[in-house]
């Protein structure tokens, strides 16, 4: 039963110090660490199955030898964002873009990571070919030139779930069952959407990739679409979706994006 919005039957845990003060505190709600995220200092804990997410975050947040526990909450995309001054479309300046471009428009020493449904890393707005064919081929194999350390823009990532995978699925689903592999392909497009916000190079008028300059002179050139806010920096492509659904596993994707810094 997912409909709560977290995973059932799990809570994530920061432990002050000291195993024995752990086992103490996993002993009061019969809990077992299933998993640690070493990049955050947090603990993945399965519980009894008597004892509900509720009655375990209880005794935890009640254990001085806790820093925090809290649900492993489930992160779902919306093609539509569900914010009411969506329509008004003033992002940029309500962040402060424009003063923050005077001082920086990214740098490749930076490495975003995208943790979303992948990247479409064919996409000429991240250096890619640009083409249907790239991305049907690249669905098959990696390109170098395109995904990884020697393409343009996304230097590496990982798919942590696979296609399929659906954290809302029905106890007992395949769908449940992650498939993992080193090509986090996007399948969905809010993932590209997000890297290409984030640092998009921008794709001109024919098609072709926009490499810059990035300066005054920007805004009299002919975009297909726009460079994204910071369109030096480079990008990781961290897929936790599968092609729809939901997923659970965003804290694993954190501690590689903190094991890749």
């Known amino acids: 039963a997912q409909a709560q919005g977290y995973v059932e039957g799990e809570v994530l845990v920061k432990f002050k110090s000291g195993s024995l003060r752990e086992m103490a505190a996993l002993d009061q709600i019969g809990g077992r660490i299933v998993r640690d995220i070493d990049g955050l200092n947090v603990s993945r804990v399965e519980l009894d199955p008597f004892v509900s997410v509720?009655?375990?975050l209880f005794r935890l947040r009640s254990?001085?030898?806790?820093?925090y526990a809290e649900p492993n909450y489930i992160a779902r995309t919306f093609y539509t964002p569900n914010d009411t001054s969506y329509s008004q479309q003033y992002a940029l300046t309500k962040m402060a873009c424009p003063a923050g471009w005077d001082r920086t428009k990214g740098d490749?020493?930076?490495v975003i990571a995208i943790i979303d449904t992948g990247i479409d890393y064919t996409h000429a707005d991240f250096g890619g070919l640009g083409t249907p064919e790239a991305f049907a081929a690249a669905?098959?194999?990696i390109d170098p030139a395109q995904f990884g350390p020697q393409s343009p823009r996304v230097k590496g990532g990982y798919d942590f779930?696979?296609?399929?995978?659906?954290?809302?699925?029905?106890?007992?689903s395949p769908k449940l069952v992650a498939h993992p592999d080193n090509n986090p392909l996007d399948c969905d497009g809010h993932g590209s959407h997000v890297a290409g916000t984030a640092a998009g190079g921008g794709v001109t008028a024919d098609g072709t990739t926009y490499t810059g300059p990035y300066d005054a002179a920007t805004a009299s050139v002919a975009f297909k679409v726009g460079p994204g806010v910071a369109p030096q920096a480079d990008l990781y492509a961290l897929r936790v979706f599968g092609c729809s659904g939901s997923t659970d596993v965003t804290t694993a994707a954190i501690d590689w994006a903190v094991d890749h810094d």
């Open 161 to 172: 779930v696979g296609d399929d995978y659906d954290a809302d699925a029905a106890a007992g």
């Open 54 to 56: 509720s009655q375990a």
């Open 139 to 141: 669905k098959d194999s």
């Open 108 to 110: 490749p020493s930076v």
């Open 63 to 67: 254990n001085p030898d806790v820093e």
